[in-house]
């Protein structure tokens, strides 16, 4: 199976009655496979429609939820490019990315209607999401229409985050999507019975790979989820829905963590958690409280979500380290300066060879080319492999910060975190220092025990090297902030909090 259309059409012949959406809405009854299909043929009726045809793209501006999974799913069927945006996005951000990507068609929820205002482009507001359905379905059925694709087409365009400058258009084939959703089964070993819940955003390939495209794959079944609430009832939907699988950020983790719910008799067999950094005390910790087994997993947008993945197996696992390569690609470390490879246990920069390498960043050749040195994707991230070939993600090499001619990754420090009595979260930020370059601020969310900095020092001398100390400690609050800022994904924006620091002690 090599495109979308074909993985579809495969799985209903096989699991055609099993259901494929448990949904979330009350008005929506349950969705098995075959019921995936018909919605497909409708749609297909839907896009004729609108005058949509292969390759042209539709941007789609919506939460997660049931309908949610099933336009992805279509309009990648039908060879239409998918182009997911956050809603959350703010209306210059949401312009940028139309004028970038040039849409043929906007469907949307009416709720953002202020956001999207371009009369050049087609646009279908959705106010209801049930009356929607009654649309689609109205749409005359098409059942043989069985689009000209090959692997190396455009199936979605996933805009990054942005959390520095303007965001990238990260173009994705049916090669790619499939490769990458393959090699996820191929590791965690998942089959038909498996329960899966997608708290992770469908604008994002960190909810259509692991949720939704896997269990299409193998017959299983899906619940997709709000990202943006689903932690509020987190063990309420895992029993409800009797999950067994789901992928979170470190930061979900970490928020579970301080909760007073502490539940052990639960359906899930894991949690799979990638997307930035978990501190090992954390990792354990949660495995210890919650009686759930964590598998790491390391992967970009440029990869469709996995690169590498812990297995099953607990020999093969180790703490600390985001898992072993996926079958789809490899993974070698480079010396940036020399462009060489590194012994096992060197640090160096990350490079990913495979088939579910992205294609190109959209409308940027110049952008595209450097990212690529001799067919391995750079990515930007600093890390090691050691001798069973197992990956350790230190840091973004552009987090790096240069204290007296010494190199610090932020990571070295926030790793501690759990050390610090008072802190529920915190990361590194810098200053203009006049004799030494920079000057580390902690940036932290909690309350400090005594309002005494040096209590906090203290512990960290214990474990650092003087140098790498903050010599400052600022509550997120005093920056005008409820909460350190993240993406949508959970990640955290670096260089927003780092400006509100740079603008705070100028």
């Not at 393959?182 to 390939?205: A, S």
């Not at 759930?292 to 812990?310: H, P, R």
């Not at 810098?430 to 209590?455: A, C, F, M, T, W």
Request: glycine residues 6%.
């Amino acid at each position: 199976m090599k495109t979308l259309f074909e993985v579809i059409n495969t799985v209903v012949n096989e699991h055609g009655e099993r259901v494929y959406i448990k949904p979330i809405e009350n008005d929506l009854p349950l969705l098995t496979f075959n019921d995936l299909k018909i919605f497909t043929m409708h749609f297909s009726g839907f896009l004729a429609f609108h005058g949509i045809n292969e390759q042209e793209k539709v941007v789609v501006i919506m939460n997660n939820s049931t309908l949610m999974v099933l336009l992805f799913l279509s309009i990648v069927y039908h060879n239409v490019v998918f182009i997911p945006i956050n809603p959350q996005m703010s209306k210059s951000e949401i312009d940028y990315i139309v004028k970038d990507s040039l849409p043929n068609m906007i469907l949307y929820e009416k709720t953002f209607s202020p956001k999207v205002e371009n009369k050049k482009i087609k646009q279908f507001s959705i106010d209801n999401h049930k009356e929607f359905f009654d649309i689609i379905y109205s749409q005359e059925k098409v059942e043989n229409n069985q689009p000209k694709i090959h692997n190396d087409q455009i199936a979605e365009i996933v805009y990054t985050s942005g959390t520095t400058g303007k965001p990238k258009g990260v173009v994705i084939t049916h090669k790619n999507m499939i490769s990458n959703t393959v090699g996820i089964w191929e590791r965690m070993n998942f089959n038909k019975e498996d329960l899966f819940l997608t708290i992770t955003p469908l604008f994002h390939n960190s909810g259509q790979f692991f949720s939704t495209l896997v269990p299409l794959l193998i017959g299983a079944r899906t619940t997709a989820v709000r990202h943006d609430t689903a932690l509020l009832s987190f063990w309420y939907l895992i029993k409800d829905f009797s999950i067994n699988w789901t992928l979170c950020m470190p930061t979900h983790i970490n928020y579970l963590l301080t909760q007073e719910i502490k539940i052990k008799d639960t359906p899930l067999k894991g949690i799979v958690v990638g997307g930035a950094r978990l501190e090992d005390a954390n990792h354990k910790s949660f495995q210890k409280e919650f009686g759930v087994e964590i598998y790491k997993t390391y992967g970009l947008t440029e990869t469709c979500s996995f690169a590498t993945c812990d297995r099953r197996d607990k020999e093969h696992r180790v703490v600390g380290s985001s898992g072993k390569p996926i079958m789809v690609n490899e993974i070698q470390i480079f010396n940036q300066d020399s462009n060489k490879k590194v012994s096992n246990n060197t640090l160096g920069e990350i490079r990913i060879k495979g088939r579910n390498i992205f294609k190109e960043y959209l409308n940027k050749p110049n952008q595209t080319q450097k990212s690529f040195k001799d067919g391995w994707f750079c990515t930007g991230d600093q890390g090691y492999l050691d001798d069973d070939n197992n990956l350790f993600v230190i840091d973004r090499i552009d987090n790096m910060i240069i204290i007296g001619g010494e190199n610090i990754y932020p990571a070295e420090i926030e790793n501690l975190m759990p050390l610090l009595k008072g802190v529920t979260l915190g990361i590194l930020a810098s200053i203009p220092h006049n004799i030494l370059g920079r000057e580390l601020v902690l940036v932290y969310e909690g309350k400090i025990p005594d309002k005494d900095y040096q209590i906090w020092k203290n512990v960290l001398k214990k474990n650092l090297t003087p140098f790498r100390v903050p010599k400052k400690f600022i509550n997120v609050t005093d920056l005008g902030l409820t909460h350190i800022s993240k993406s949508p994904n959970g990640k955290i924006l670096r260089g927003e909090i780092n400006n509100l620091v740079v603008k705070y002690f100028s």
